[in-house]
């Protein structure tokens, strides 16, 4: 085992290289915060930013078959004024959500060897993707979180090629959650006047998946850091399942205020990703968030990111501009935008000005 000392002169080849991750940091029982994550004080989550009177909408989903217009209704308004919002009664089971949390805890305690052998350097495939922050070679300041990162091209596929530790309760949980996918696109479509959603909008809008876990371990200056900084989702929709822990904010529409996302058992989070803003013409808001570091507990969270696929050219829909509105974004390729996303630092909702019209 290496000593703390020999670990802090190399922070890099521990954490990210031999694949501890923050995690094999945390446990080392750290009594300060390494430089490499001490963030610019702008980044940091201070109290003087936070909102404590406000939340994003709660919304009940039970009564969905009789009463489909109005909760349709509460969709389309939460995503147009705050591009998040927490859904309750969705009919994804406790036991499927307390099993993928569960497994995501079953493979982080792996030794490091076994996860590392997901990392971009060691996997066969980029469909898998253990790592740590979020892209480390472009970061001034590293993240408090590690991950791994599966795109879901098929079950023989996942049978293949992701670790056994979580593989079946992943795509279970990501099994689950198609019957509640249709019917928020299904809700969010109507409110851009897309009557049906045929099998080429199905492709379009939820073509690609991919299911991340998440793990922020106890941080011992979590002030200085942060769990995941600024960003919005590249996605159509994200579907997250964070577990009791709490941390996570997002900013409110047109302010310099945050709002704290309260846990509250069995909810899901669900956020406007960039594609679903770009397709509507900036009508839904794929908001900035992200994750304050916690001084006491370890934190996970699952999200599922519903995606147009890789070759997809997105652009405003043709139903949105019909009115005669203007387009404010371009088509760009689906996988060129992604990319974009993945190749540098968290910069908030800096990426979606590469699909501009300036
Ligand atoms: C907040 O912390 C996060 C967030 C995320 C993900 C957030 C999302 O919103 S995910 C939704 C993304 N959409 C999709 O995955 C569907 C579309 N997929 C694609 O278009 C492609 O699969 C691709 C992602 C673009 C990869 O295509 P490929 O041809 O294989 O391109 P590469 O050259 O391998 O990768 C490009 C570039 O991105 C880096 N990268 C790829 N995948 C990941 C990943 N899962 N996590 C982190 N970085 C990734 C890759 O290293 C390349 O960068 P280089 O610098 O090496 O050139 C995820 C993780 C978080 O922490
Ligand atoms: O952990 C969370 O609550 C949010 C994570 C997140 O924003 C992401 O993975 O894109
Ligand atoms: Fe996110």
């Not at 939460?78 to 493979?107: C, M, P």
């Not at 056994?164 to 509640?180: G, K, M, P």
């Not at 080429?200 to 979590?222: A, D, F």
Request: aromatic content about 8%; glycine content about 6%; charged content about 25%.
């Amino acid at each position: 085992m290496p000593t703390t000392v020999s670990v802090l002169s190399n922070i890099t080849d521990f954490v990210v290289n031999e694949g501890h991750g923050v995690k094999g940091l945390s446990e080392m029982g750290l009594q300060t915060l390494p430089k490499q994550y001490i963030q610019p004080l702008e980044e940091r989550i201070t109290p003087t930013t936070v909102i404590l009177d406000d939340q994003i909408p709660v919304i009940d989903m039970s009564n969905w078959d009789n009463d489909t217009k109005l909760i349709g209704e509460k969709i389309c308004n939460a995503a147009e004024k705050w591009g998040f919002f927490q859904i309750i009664n969705h009919d994804i089971s406790l036991d499927v959500l307390e099993s993928v949390k569960e497994a995501t805890y079953r493979f982080f305690r792996q030794p490091a060897e076994e996860k590392n052998k997901h990392s971009k350097e060691n996997s066969s495939t980029n469909n898998v993707r253990y790592g740590t922050s979020f892209t480390p070679k472009a970061e001034k300041a590293l993240e408090w979180k590690d991950y791994l990162s599966l795109f879901y091209v098929s079950d023989e596929e996942a049978a293949a090629l992701w670790p056994s530790a979580l593989r079946e309760e992943a795509l279970d949980f990501l099994r689950n959650s198609e019957i509640v996918i249709k019917k928020l696109l299904e809700a969010l479509m109507k409110g851009l006047n897309v009557k049906e959603i045929d099998e080429t909008k199905e492709s379009l809008l939820m073509g690609s998946k991919r299911i991340n876990v998440n793990y922020y371990p106890k941080c011992p200056n979590p002030e200085l850091t942060v769990g995941v900084g600024r960003h919005s989702d590249v996605s159509t929709l994200t579907i997250l399942l964070q577990d009791n822990i709490g941390g996570l904010y997002v900013k409110k529409l047109d302010s310099e205020t945050w709002v704290h996302v309260p846990p509250i058992d069995g909810a899901l989070v669900i956020n406007i990703g960039d594609a679903l803003q770009i397709m509507s013409n900036g009508r839904y808001k794929s908001i900035e968030h992200r994750v304050m570091a916690n001084g006491s507990n370890n934190r996970i969270s699952v999200p599922i990111f519903v995606n147009p696929k890789p070759s997809d050219v997105i652009g405003p829909l043709a139903e949105v501009l019909e009115n005669g509105e203007e387009p404010i974004y371009k088509q760009v390729l689906y996988s060129d935008y992604v990319k974009h996303f993945f190749r540098k630092a968290h910069d908030g909702k800096d990426t979606v000005d590469f699909a501009k019209i300036k």
